[in-house]
């Protein structure tokens, strides 16, 4: 990816707490869920997009103990990171807009939460469906609107209070930015698919407090750069915290997240 500003930044320190503070609350229910339904599919050979810290992959090892699993990630840190944790997969660092696999080479491609982060998503499906069998399938998910993640309208929140003028725009426009369900179907029939299946997903996030969770997204998401370019990092945690701690309580704290999920068939 090529042009990225400080909202989609992610630096060599970030892994570490985006898997303690995060993967945890908002991304294991998820991985869980997509790992049955990709067992469901007894697939051979699965090649994962933005694998990020290896939630998903560990999960699909697991789950699927005789496939071959390739996890890819664009970000060398996050394949550092999730080769350690998760070495019984082969890991690559890949750009999904340029796959380094031959066509036909995958049974199975999943994703989790990363179609998001594609800036040409006709280009990158165009490109899952050469690495496909025939007949293999694409098995994904994205975040719905922002207003149906419970912690990440509460974090937007706190960092509007903060940045009145000026706040970090990345959840509401990468990470909640591709929520429109008919838009996703219309750009994988772009590229050749067939939609299976899509459903509407929601499910509960539990985080200890809301202070791990600010944390988290403060200091494990491309949002830290976003805030160290416009002030006092100390300073905007506490106004985070306050604002989250107002909406969701002090912790343990629960909020409902929704995704979407898709399969489709190469």
Do not use: K
């Not at 594609?118 to 280009?123: L, N, Y």
């Not at 990440?152 to 426009?173: I, Y």
């Not at 407090?209 to 403060?218: P, V």
């Amino acid at each position: 990816m090529t042009g990225i500003n400080a909202d989609q930044r992610w630096s060599e320190s970030m892994p570490a707490a985006y898997e303690q503070y995060l993967v945890p609350v908002v991304f294991r229910p998820f991985a869980e869920d997509l790992t049955a339904r990709a067992a469901a599919l007894h697939p051979r050979r699965i090649l994962e997009l933005a694998a990020g810290t290896g939630v998903l992959t560990l999960n699909l090892l697991a789950a699927a103990p005789s496939a071959a699993v390739t996890a890819t990630d664009l970000n060398e840190a996050m394949v550092a990171f999730g080769s350690a944790r998760a070495p019984g997969a082969e890991w690559r660092q890949a750009d999904a807009q340029r796959l380094p696999f031959p066509d036909g080479g995958f049974d199975l491609v999943v994703c989790q939460f990363g179609v998001m982060f594609f800036p040409d998503r006709i280009a990158t499906f165009t490109e899952v469906r050469r690495v496909l069998a025939s007949g293999g399938r694409f098995l994904f998910n994205t975040w719905g609107p922002l207003g149906t993640h419970g912690f990440e309208v509460a974090l937007q929140a706190g960092l509007e209070r903060a940045f009145p003028v000026d706040p970090p725009r990345f959840f509401p426009t990468v990470p909640h930015g591709y929520a429109d369900p008919a838009v996703v179907v219309a750009d994988l029939a772009a590229a050749g698919f067939a939609v299976e299946e899509e459903q509407e997903l929601t499910l509960q996030g539990r985080a200890a407090s809301t202070a791990d969770l600010a944390t988290g997204y403060l200091t494990g998401t491309p949002v830290r750069a976003a805030v160290e370019e416009r002030g006092d990092g100390p300073a905007v945690r506490a106004t985070v915290i306050e604002e989250m701690t107002a909406r969701l309580g002090p912790g343990p704290v629960t909020a409902p997240m929704t995704a979407y999920v898709f399969r489709a068939a190469a």
